[in-house]
């Protein structure tokens, strides 16, 4: 019987050393027990690729959300995610939490705004809309990265990834090696930036519906706001006037002048792609649709030094 104890407890070590590892490293902060590795380097981890990106930040910000609610957020995708929180509240005096995903449809949008309002009181709302999601040709749904975790604890460890990230996060706080960390497309050539462009042109406009089903949830949303007195307000960011010329030589001009007109009837809307100066200039963006973190923070600067005026 000794024999085989002893060959148990040397076969299932290693899923215990991996348990402890996921437990102790924590790279979401999900248990929040142990803080070996700061929550700026987890952070950079979890940013580190087009595919940890996604995932990683609907996970990460949720935690953070409902660990710290606050009544004010910013519900996007991509274009909104490195809207500055901290620059925020400089101008205002609001704690605001930003719950923008790479990668978030519409539908993950939606997602995002019910679980805000289950956990937190909210006051206002901005949503960060773009027309590059907006067509049901790419109806999809990744707030099950976050629901999973919340509705089956055990999952963390059991799902691959999690491992995966607390392995990184080791590795990153032991050596501090940029290449663990920094995002593969912002240092593409220029060549291969243009590739990356044309792909994602394609992804989001080679086939396209127009979502008139959209209207439906997003007057849910409105209806709740006003029953609860919750402020809601949106946010249009610009793209690069590359993305304009694609859209006129394909014909969907007609489709995003009806995305702004939809977006402006549901409250009030910050059409920040109207600012030809940023648009015309390729140097503003990373790729056609992500401006880079200056014009990120000029635009936050905008809308929120503009809100703060309007009601003074």
Known sequence: MKKYILRALIFGSPIVICFLIVLVVDPYNFFNLFHVISDKDKFAVVQRTDESSPRGNILWKTIKFRRNPTKTVIIGDSQGKDIRTDLI???????VSNLCFPGASFQTMFETFWFAAGE??????????AFMNYNNAREYDLFHFASNYFKRPYEYFTTKEIYFDSFV???Y???????LVERSYEFLSDSDMEKLVQFRLDLFFKKYIYPEDLKIDFLKIIQYCRENEIEVNFIIFPVYEGVDKHLQEIGLTNMKNRF??????????YDLDTLTEIKSRRENFFDYFHPRQVIIDSLTRMVWKKKQESIL
């Not at 509240?89 to 609001?94: A, H």
């Not at 702004?260 to 809307?269: L, P």
């Open 89 to 95: 509240q400089q101008l205002t005096g609001e704690e």
């Open 120 to 129: 937190a009181e909210l006051k206002k709302v901005y949503f960060q809309v």
């Open 169 to 171: 996060n080791i590795a």
């Open 173 to 179: 706080a032991i050596t501090h090696e940029p290449w």
């Open 260 to 269: 702004k007109s939809d977006i402006s009837s549901y409250g009030n809307t």
